[in-house]
């Protein structure tokens, strides 16, 4: 049962990563390496509950609370990136 | 599992490689981070990849893109591919892959690094220090001369960032602009989530004796938090907290408590970081130098990772 | 009770497996960007609680399940903030819904027709 | 044939090495280059974990009645280069800060064309 699932999060994993490689926009990426940070949580913590990893359960935490600052400094930053596009992109959809 | 992921990680590093949009490049940087945490988790090591995570995924990413926000982020059209590098690197490749067909085999028992000092390190940790985490133990007690050359070259590299960038002191923005655009959900959940980051801090700090953690990550931790504070409420929310100009003192003092620390057991009679001097027994002594150098090498890397973060968003693009 | 135990635990894991999956497969196949956000962000905050919950069923009462509630709370508290974060910064950034512009060429499309 | 399971870890280890050193080397990005650093960084960090993995042990940290663990000792002093690395790769990007502030561009061409202009006009401005 825990591998069937590993296996389901590892093939997940691929999903995402070609979303990642593929990505038409940027935000696509942003999107892919937040979801993947979540399912290496995941995956940490099927797996180490089956292989009997010791203290697995502090390191899923703290994935869990980088994916998040990571995810919010990739829009951050990027946001100040594209002031300048953004307005010309406004343009054009008006 | 650990070849899935190695597989991951040679696709996603050759993929960084191809990729012009440096964003994108950062982007998979993190991903290629968050899996060598991975790795190391399978290959036994939890320690380290705790620092990997929270160093490679966090930080690094963190300063990668406050980099790009301030040259640019897109790449020049790639020049040809050159062959010269291309060969140099293939045969440097080609021989330290022929190195490694002598090596021994992963996970092998009898391997020469297997035999050295570490069977000492495991079978007296218990006795000698008395700290469950092996880690913990051969970082701050067995090895305290090591971690202190490295608590000082973190605080070097910082004071050099800090000559380097200087800290802008932005003024704190006026109530009521949003430098994420609108984003109240984000601003009500962060406002929620950074005492418990801090706590969690705390907690790796601490706990670093029995399980996962210690001064370095800790220290990592706790600065996310406040990098994670002014990323969403907008450059020099975090200064009003800690100001810029208190971090090269508080950095000093965490490496002036790790030498503290030393000095007090030399004074003692011992030899330098022998902490067995430091209290009644041997074992308690262990506990409270440890304890000591932890926080001393925690209090040195927040302060340092928090500064270089500012040195980083504070400065403005110059046309 | 066990038994119980065995099979709840199961349901938990084979649930959440399969929502994983499908993410991913909506991540990939989905046209445009929100479809991708509102696929993968609906079923992340469904697929951790129950593959967590599946963990926890299995460790029963001890610190490590406490620890796991947290780890819970966490990932459902952040992953449809940063779901709802991006999908704004992209809204907010000329990224446009493509159910819009589809559209508005297919009724460009029909007036010019007939 | 156990000896190509054996020995992966240590080859993606030097084919990810490769990956960093041929951006360092032949990447005119300077940002660029900080990336492939820190994936070369990376890449020891990975071999020098496979080298204390023991297989069947637990992670070293002490569980009463447990002998076999893996080597604590790579572990200690990846942790601490960890973090020595990501000082380092700090004090790398400022540079790259700086110059970019003092030639306006990150791309070695750029540079150097900027350079040589630079000590044309001192040998000009010569005697």
Not at chain 2, 57 to 62: L, W
Not at chain 2, 227 to 244: I, K, M, S, T
Not at chain 3, 4 to 14: D, E, Q, R, V
Request: charged share 15%; aromatic share 8%; glycine share 10%.
């Amino acid at each position: 049962m825990l591998l069937a699932v590993i296996l389901a999060i590892l093939l997940t994993m691929i999903l995402i990563l070609i979303r990642a490689l593929l990505g038409p926009t940027a935000y696509d990426r942003m999107l892919a390496t937040n979801l993947f940070g979540t399912k290496i949580v995941l995956l940490m913590v099927v797996a180490g509950h089956a292989l009997g990893w010791s203290s697995f359960i502090d390191v899923a935490l703290l994935y869990a609370m980088i994916n998040f600052v990571s995810t919010i400094a990739i829009m951050r930053f990027f946001e100040h990136q594209g002031a300048s596009s953004q307005a010309a992109i406004r343009e054009r959809v008006k | 599992m650990d070849i899935v992921l190695l597989g991951f990680l040679l696709l996603t590093a050759i993929a960084a490689i191809r990729l012009r949009d440096l964003f994108a490049v950062v982007m998979l940087f993190g991903i290629y981070s968050f899996l060598a945490a991975g790795l190391f988790m399978v290959l036994d090591a939890v320690d380290v990849a705790f620092t990997e995570a929270a160093v490679g995924a966090g930080i690094t990413t963190v300063l990668m893109l406050a980099t790009l926000r301030l040259t640019g982020r897109f790449e020049r059209s790639p020049r040809p591919v050159r062959l010269l590098p291309l060969v140099v690197v293939a045969m440097t490749g080609a021989a330290l892959i022929y190195g490694t067909l002598d090596a021994p085999l992963l996970g092998d028992v009898q391997a020469p690094a297997q035999q050295h000092v570490a069977p000492r390190y495991i079978e007296r940790t218990m006795a000698e220090v008395g700290t469950p985490n092996m880690v913990t133990a051969v970082l701050a007690s067995y090895r305290g001369y090591d971690t202190l050359g490295e608590t000082v070259v973190i605080f070097t590299a910082g004071l050099a960032v800090l000559l380097l960038l200087g800290i802008t002191e932005v003024p704190p923005l006026r109530l009521g602009r949003r430098v994420i655009n609108d984003q109240v959900v984000l601003h009500v959940i962060v406002k929620a989530l950074i005492p418990f980051i801090l706590l969690f801090g705390a907690y790796v700090q601490f706990h670093g004796d029995y399980g996962a953690g210690g001064g370095f990550q800790a220290g990592v931790v706790v600065a996310t938090g406040l990098v994670l504070y002014d990323l969403v409420f907008g450059d020099g929310h975090a200064q009003l907290v800690v100001p810029p100009t208190w971090l090269p003192r508080i950095a000093a003092f965490g490496v002036l408590v790790y030498g503290a620390v030393g000095l007090l057991s030399l004074l003692q009679g011992k030899a330098l970081l022998d902490y067995s001097a430091l209290a009644q027994t041997p074992l308690s002594g262990q506990h409270l130098g440890i304890m000591l150098v932890e926080l001393g090498v925690g209090i040195t890397v927040f302060a340092v990772v928090l500064a270089i973060f500012y040195a980083f968003s504070g400065r403005r693009r110059q046309a | 009770m066990s038994d119980w135990i065995t099979l709840a635990s199961g349901l938990c894991f084979s649930l959440g497996g399969f929502l994983c999956i499908t993410g991913g497969v909506g991540l990939l196949r989905f046209p445009d960007f929100f479809s991708r956000v509102h696929a993968a962000g609906v079923t992340e905050t469904l697929a951790t609680p129950l593959l967590l919950s599946g963990v926890m069923l299995q460790l029963g009462w001890s610190q490590d399940s406490l620890k796991l509630l947290l780890v819970m709370a966490f990932v459902l508290a952040t992953n449809p903030t940063a779901a709802h974060a991006m999908a704004k910064a992209a809204l907010d950034g000329g990224l446009r819904p493509q159910i819009e512009q589809d559209d508005t060429t297919d009724q460009e499309g029909r007036s010019s027709k007939p | 044939m156990n000896m190509v399971p054996g020995l992966f870890n240590y080859w993606v280890a030097v084919l990810l090495m490769m990956a960093g050193l041929y951006v360092v080397i032949a990447q005119p990005n300077l940002v660029k280059k900080m990336v492939g650093l820190a994936l070369f960084q990376a890449s020891v960090f990975i071999f020098y974990i496979s080298i204390g993995k023991v297989s069947g042990a637990h992670a070293p940290i002490f569980i009463a009645g447990e002998t076999l663990y893996s080597n604590p000792l790579p572990h200690v002093l990846i942790l601490t280069a960890i973090v020595v690395g990501v000082a380092t790769t700090a004090v790398g990007l400022a540079l790259v800060v700086r110059i970019q502030e003092a030639y306006g561009s990150v791309e070695e061409d750029d540079i150097d064309a900027k350079d040589r202009e630079q000590s044309d006009e001192d040998d000009g401005g010569g005697p």
